[in-house]
């Protein structure tokens, strides 16, 4: 059993930071990318953010590039979301990610809410 447990997530104020974690436990087994995504009321889950096993290639998506910086620590098996310059249009509930082994697992999602 794989599980992913967010936290992180809060009440800002537009221009604020936030840091997101997402930890990974269980028979994680091979190497495997980490991803983060969000969805806001009344929209599609989207992807914001990937990296690969070394953490030598992220992926984000156009809306958070050079605001949002992703990092893992495999040691400590946790992902990072560091969220800087957060819009009122950042607000949703974060979910992290990963494909092991073929299977798809999700975390139970961390708010973030970002005031204008």
């Known amino acids: 059993q794989v599980q992913l447990v967010e936290s992180g997530g809060g009440l800002v104020q537009a221009g604020g930071s936030l840091r997101l974690s997402c930890a990974v436990s269980?028979?994680?087994?091979?190497?495997?990318?980490m991803n983060w995504f969000r969805q806001a009321p009344g929209k599609e889950r989207e992807f914001v953010a990937s990296?690969?096993?070394?953490?030598?290639?992220?992926v984000r998506a156009g809306s958070v590039k050079g605001r949002f910086t992703i990092s893992r620590d495999n040691a400590k098996n946790t992902v990072y979301l560091q969220m800087n310059s957060l819009k009122p249009e950042d607000t949703a509930v974060y979910y992290c990610n990963a494909r092991i082994l073929g299977i798809d697992y999700w975390g139970q999602g961390t708010q973030v809410t970002v005031s204008s």
């Open positions: 990296i690969s096993w070394s953490g030598g290639t992220t």
């Open positions: 269980g028979r994680t087994l091979g190497t495997y990318n």
